[in-house]
């Protein structure tokens, strides 16, 4: 069981938008540490998408956004593509544990 | 470019130890900390510890606390993840990553990872 709270599964069409949420608590999320966003395909190593609960590293499409509030955050994938189907994975810190934490992920399906 | 280059894989017996290497190219080893981080087959990343190659001063996830011990080689810009008592469920590729810029603890982003190193723990 995870500390940080994904749904398991996400899908939409071609072209739609989907967001992905984060659900931590109070001594994650909710104590102002930031929440950073993976994409990992079948067999690849997890590659970084959101760094700072906002900001998109250089070469990752504007069309992956992310943001936060209070004890949550979300990832929100506008115009899908079928290259998107991936699992995606939230990070935090957790002071309660003294160090980060992993959401369970959510594999996202374009149908 | 920046990069992690971990060492091979790893079969071990229970009870054995494990040692994963991690090699830093591209940027300066001591601006930054690296992690690690295992994930077993069908699951999600497990974040297990860090390590301050300027300092070496380390954390570790408490559930890994007293099993798993993170040094570093500043010669060698290297840093090692170093497993013991190792049980069957330990089975899994460990990945090393870079910490974020101006993040401690662990709290950071990571990028990049190195290609990961399967440990399979087998009788």
């Known amino acids: 069981q995870s500390v940080l709270t994904q749904p398991p599964s996400v899908s939409g069409a071609p072209g739609q938008r989907v967001t992905i949420s984060c659900t931590g608590t109070?001594?994650?999320?909710?104590?102002?540490?930031?929440v950073h966003w993976y994409q990992q395909f079948p067999g690849t190593v997890p590659k970084l998408l959101i760094k700072g609960n906002t900001n998109r590293p250089s070469g990752v499409p504007d069309r992956f956004s992310g943001s936060k509030s209070g004890t949550s955050a979300s990832l929100a994938i506008t115009g899908l593509q079928a290259e998107d189907e991936a699992d995606y994975y939230c990070q935090s810190y957790d002071n309660s544990l003294s160090g980060s934490v992993f959401g369970g992920g959510t594999k996202l399906t374009v149908l | 470019q920046v990069q992690l280059v971990q060492s091979g894989a790893e079969v071990k017996k229970p009870g054995a130890s494990v040692k994963v290497s991690c090699q830093a190219s591209?940027?300066?080893?001591?601006?930054?900390?690296i992690n690690w981080v295992r994930q077993a087959s069908g699951q999600g990343p497990e974040w297990m510890g860090w390590i301050s190659p300027k300092s070496g001063f380390t954390g570790y996830a408490q559930r890994f606390q007293g099993r798993v011990t993170i040094t570093r080689d500043i010669s060698k810009s290297t840093a090692y993840m170093e497993l013991s008592s190792l049980r069957f469920e330990d089975t899994a590729v460990y990945y090393c990553a870079r910490g974020g810029v101006g993040y401690n603890y662990g709290s950071g982003d990571l990028d990049p990872w190195g290609q990961g190193t399967l440990v399979t723990v087998s009788s």
């Open positions: 591209g940027y300066t080893f001591i601006s930054q900390d």
């Open positions: 109070s001594s994650n999320i909710g104590a102002n540490y930031d």
